[in-house]
């Protein structure tokens, strides 16, 4: 099976900018996950979707937002892009996502914001 | 919410020795504990992970310990390869109806040769 892909890999852009990310996620896995990692703060958790229903939402504003499409592909979308928000964002799948399943991880978007 | 302590946050080793690397967790309803080794640039890979259910799981050179009473889990590597460097993070589900995991820090690991 393909493992799970992430597009862009890599983005530039402008403070007060927006930006939408997306992750396909392995064939069969219902549910994505979306992590910011910084050198700093480590992974942190963005949200979780599972059948087009975001189940979990970590402690992020509400610049971030995300969404899961019927084919279980997800998206997120950060607006009103500030300098710290650059860090590189993962995608995780996994069959249910109940916490009990193995998730895997994409490649990542690595985000640059100046 | 959930909060997940690693130590140590780097670990130096010669090649062949052991590595052990700790967590400690908050949530006592926590019941999947997963770890995932990320090498420089590239995406974390789940490499061991162990059930509540379980006290010890062993796959060839790794294996991961856990002691429910006391709330932590610890990665063992033997026989340690220059390959085996690398950042590894323990993480533990929130219990519940909660459907995320929360990482530790990370430990960077360096073996040696």
């Known amino acids: 099976k393909a493992g799970v892909t992430q597009t862009p890999r890599y983005l530039i852009k402008t403070r007060g900018q927006q930006v939408t990310l997306s992750c396909s996620p392995i064939?069969?896995?219902?549910?994505v996950s979306w992590y910011q990692q910084t050198p700093g703060q480590g992974l942190q958790f963005l949200f979780e979707?599972?059948?087009?229903?975001?189940?979990n939402k970590g402690n992020f504003p509400g610049r971030f937002s995300g969404r899961q499409f019927s084919n279980s592909r997800s998206e997120m979308n950060v607006s009103t892009l500030e300098l710290g928000d650059s860090a590189l964002y993962l995608c995780?799948?996994?069959?249910?996502?109940?916490?009990?399943?193995?998730?895997?991880f994409g490649p990542g978007t690595r985000l640059t914001v100046t | 919410g959930e909060n997940v302590e690693q130590h140590p946050s780097t670990l130096s080793v010669q090649e062949g020795d052991s590595a052990v690397i700790k967590c400690t967790y908050s949530?006592?309803?926590?019941?999947?504990f997963p770890w995932y080794k990320q090498e420089l640039g590239k995406r974390p890979q789940l490499i061991i992970d162990?059930?509540?259910?379980?006290g010890e799981k062993k796959d060839q050179r790794i294996a991961v310990t856990l002691n429910k009473t006391a709330k932590h889990f610890s990665l063992h590597i033997t026989e340690t390869q220059p390959e085996d460097s690398a950042v590894y993070f323990c993480?533990?589900?929130?219990?519940?109806?909660?459907?995320?995991?929360?990482f530790g820090k990370g430990t960077l690991l360096t073996v040696n040769p």
């Open positions: 995780a799948s996994s069959l249910t996502g109940r916490g009990l399943y193995e998730q895997y």
């Open positions: 064939s069969g896995h219902r549910s």
């Open positions: 979707y599972f059948s087009e229903t975001q189940r």
């Open positions: 949530d006592s309803a926590s019941n999947y």
């Open positions: 162990i059930r509540s259910n379980v």
């Open positions: 993480a533990a589900n929130s219990g519940g109806s909660n459907y995320k995991l929360t």
